[in-house]
């Protein structure tokens, strides 16, 4: 599975859009980018994931660039509640779940 | 809600002892897998499990051992238990074992003392 890079913190005001990158620069065709957040000593949670085509949930939006090197997961009003972990993870084929140190979102009021 | 569910949600047990920890997948998942998380490791993949059969081995210590039942509920066995030990135990369930998104559970908090 293609190795993932992450901010190690960022911090967003509340209300803002959140926007978190993933660089994944040797992601081959068939894997897949996939978000889970994860609050304090929670359950990793899923947000989202795509392939090559932009995608929208009611949680995010998944931003993949054209050459699939990198994408943004983006939050669009965050809230304190959004305050956690962010994980991007890379993936094809048989799929497990692996996770970096991820990006450590602070969001305030 | 995730629909995983895993007991006991915190444990506390001595060094030496054995621990069991289970975990119940979504309903009409097939494939289950064990993280554990320390302060210092990160989440950690241990092993996955996919229609009873074990599908992949990550960093699982020899002292540890899973398995899934007809059922489909999994356990994890932790036997001669370590201070390091000491981690939340994550069980997380997927439909498949293909590109597929994984839910997890809330996790059992175990302190080995």
């Known amino acids: 599975d293609a190795k993932t890079t992450q901010p190690t913190s960022m911090d967003c005001a509340e209300g803002r859009a959140a926007n978190l990158p993933c660089n994944h620069s040797?992601?081959?065709?068939?894997?897949?980018v996939y978000w889970y957040r994860q609050i304090h000593s929670q359950g990793p949670q899923y947000i989202i994931h795509g392939l090559k085509n932009n995608e929208t949930n009611e949680m995010a939006s998944l931003i993949i660039t054209e050459d699939r090197k990198s994408s943004t997961l983006i939050l669009p009003h965050a809230t304190l509640r959004d305050t956690a972990v962010y994980y991007c993870?890379?993936?094809?084929?048989?799929?497990?779940?692996?996770f970096g140190r991820g990006t450590s979102l602070i969001v305030h009021p | 809600d995730s629909g995983v569910t895993q007991t006991p949600k915190h444990l506390i047990t001595a060094t030496g002892q054995r621990v069991t920890l289970r975990c119940s997948p979504r309903s009409g998942d097939l494939s289950v897998y064990w993280y554990q998380q320390s302060l210092d490791q990160g989440l950690q993949f241990l092993i996955q499990y996919y229609n009873g059969e074990e599908r992949a081995k990550g960093n699982i210590l020899e002292r540890f051992s899973a398995q899934q039942f007809p059922d489909l509920h999994s356990e994890l066995n932790l036997s001669s238990l370590e201070l390091g030990d000491s981690a939340l135990y994550f069980c997380?369930?997927?439909?498949?074992?293909?590109?597929?998104?994984?839910?997890f559970g809330q996790g059992t908090r175990l302190t080995v003392v």
């Open positions: 997380a369930s997927s439909v498949g074992h293909l590109n597929t998104e994984a839910f």
């Open positions: 993870t890379v993936s094809g084929g048989s799929y497990i779940p692996t």
């Open positions: 040797t992601i081959s065709g068939n894997e897949y």
